[in-house]
């Protein structure tokens, strides 16, 4: 072999060798020394560059341009410089977009348990469900949420369609009924949703979040289906244990009528009810400032406002309001103050009405709300996570929408009543009261240990066994595991309640073991049982049914 041919080998093994260790640092994410490997690894790919043949020209002989390389050829496979330089510049941004978030194991076993508790209160209550596109034509969207339009995704025109990504599923759920003639319908819906909002994620505020929706629509008595849509929501933040809490409602008609009765111009009602929504989030000298300084609102207006927007009460606060003269002859007001009467009457027989409170500094921004409107709060949510502000603010809401559905019908009227829960407000709530050690989150009941060589085949065989009754079973995934003590972790860990245990000397006697884990299993002296190969199943299913 040439000098130059042994140069190259060399320089090849080099090569090898760094680019290993580079991909090591990476892992381990050691910066400086990741440079200068790279730093090594291109002095390396240019002394490679000088060592090689140089390219012979076209019509030249190529063995004249390095004879002695030609005589012994060596083959390499040398990577430019320019390709190095690629390789290191090649780099990503590992990280969510703004306003998401992924979600591991323990976070999940949270979330589908509020999956599972929200659909069987919806089920309970008699509802079907239904699914829609998760964009819709730009045209459907607009012009529906107030100030909030802003917070709308548009996508690109793809296809001569220009198209949004959903921002509610309320608006999609009456394109539907308008769509599909439906004119009756008790329906739930339980998906994402994107705001271009400014997230908040310790408040469980996002831009990729789910809704679950909980709607009826068709022509019914007065409050009879709100009554039972704020039972919904009355059902499943108690079955959630998300500790006390309140549904504060109010009436879009009485907001109008006051509003009107105040002296607020027609054309800035709804601009007005979105200042009166901040009530919740700012003082009222600020809400007030933003109405005269922002909004051009008559300050004398603004003031009659105040007197008004902190009333809250229950029934007795429909007959104060009753008999306010100036509201008693608006027809707005009066209207609006009689339903409130009869929905509180049909909460009491409902047995929530300690839960509800009459708040008029409740608007809910969203211009299709044409009746009751409602939104539950919980008390006491921590204020602060690792110092940042953590309330969690409104966990549901929702409201009457009787003219939605005519925008997209012609006109044809289909009253609904609907609510939707706030699965990221009521998962940070969750998330941040729970030890995170102590969330299961795997539903394996059974976990088959192999003692000595493993007895992969057995195992296998009893776990087929066991799913084959519907038992939740697992086992390690090697021939032989590495020891027993590690088989027991894993147990310990997934917090498993029963093991298996099989071996030469139980599969010869045509017997296995059943062993209770849990520490408070560790010194019981019936913590272990053992029992006939033929019977296994029966035994672990009656022992799975006294957990």
Known sequence: ??????????????????????????????????????????DVMRRKKELLPKKPKKGDDAAQAEPGLAETPVRVEAKQPAEVKEETVKTFTLKTPKGTKDYDEKDMAIREKIFSTVTTIFKRHGAITIDTPVFELKEILSGKYGEDSKLIYDLEDQGGEKCSLRYDLTVPFARYLAENGISNLKRYHIAKVYRRDQPAMNRGRMREFYQCDFDIAGTYDSMVPDAEIMRVMFEILTALEIGKFTIKINHRKVLDGMFEVCGVPEDKIRTISSAVDKLDKMPWADVKKEMVVEKGLAEDVADRIGTYVKLKGSKELCDKLAADAALAGNVNAKTGIEEMRILLGYLELFNMLNSVSFDLSLARGLDYYTGVIYEAVVEGSPSTVNGEPAGVGSVAAGGRYDELVGMFSGNKKIPCVGVSIGVERVFAL????????????????????????????????????LWDTGVKAEYMLKKKPRSLQQQFEVCDREQIPLAVIVGGKEIEAGVVKIRRMGREWADHVEKEVEVPRSGLAQKIKEILATL
Do not use: H, P, W
């Not at 080998?9 to 790279?38: G, H, P």
């Not at 998330?431 to 000595?452: F, H, M, N």
């Open 1 to 42: 072999m040439t000098t130059s041919s042994s140069l190259l080998a060399d320089l090849e093994t080099q090569e090898v060798s760094i680019r290993q260790r580079i991909k090591e640092l990476k892992k381990s994410n050691q910066k400086d020394d990741e440079k200068l490997a790279l730093e090594e690894l291109k």
């Open 430 to 465: 969750l998330a941040s009261r729970q030890d995170r050690a102590s969330i299961k989150s795997k539903d394996t009941e059974v976990y088959i240990i192999g003692l000595g060589s493993g007895f992969l085949e057995e195992r296998m065989k009893i776990s087929c066994e």
